[in-house]
């Protein structure tokens, strides 16, 4: 089992950046593929959106189109952490962002087992 703890959310600029942090607990932090979602506020019934995901070395990971070369997933084991360097924001990336542990490098939030408990990320026009 692991916990994970989101921070590094905040409010930003149109063009800006934001790096989020997760913070996992558990000594088997390293065996887990892990993912970003977000879920806007408009969308709170909907599932929640993919937005990157990393698998347990960091050598393969996968991006949702609309965040494609502008998002980037990383991961440090020796630190239980994983990232998520956002640039270039925009308006529509306002959203609460999540991170999430699974056992596979999957894109649907129904296929992951443990969840943080979110950071606002807001991002002015």
């Known amino acids: 089992q692991v916990q994970l703890v989101e921070s590094g959310g905040g409010l930003v600029q149109a063009g800006g950046s934001l790096r989020l942090s997760c913070a996992a607990s558990g000594r088997t932090f390293s065996t887990y593929a892990m993912g970003w979602f977000r879920q806007a506020p408009e969308a709170p019934g909907k599932e929640r959106e993919f937005?990157?995901?990393?698998?347990?070395?960091?050598?393969?990971?996968r991006y949702a189109d609309a965040v494609q070369g502008r998002f980037t997933i990383s991961r440090d084991n020796a630190k239980n952490t994983v990232y998520l360097q956002m640039n270039s924001l925009k308006p529509e990336d306002t959203a609460v962002y999540y991170c999430a542990a699974n056992f596979g490098l999957r894109v649907t939030a129904t296929a992951y087992d443990y969840w943080g408990q979110g950071t606002q990320v807001t991002v002015s026009s």
């Open positions: 937005v990157a995901a990393i698998n347990w070395s960091g050598s393969s990971t």
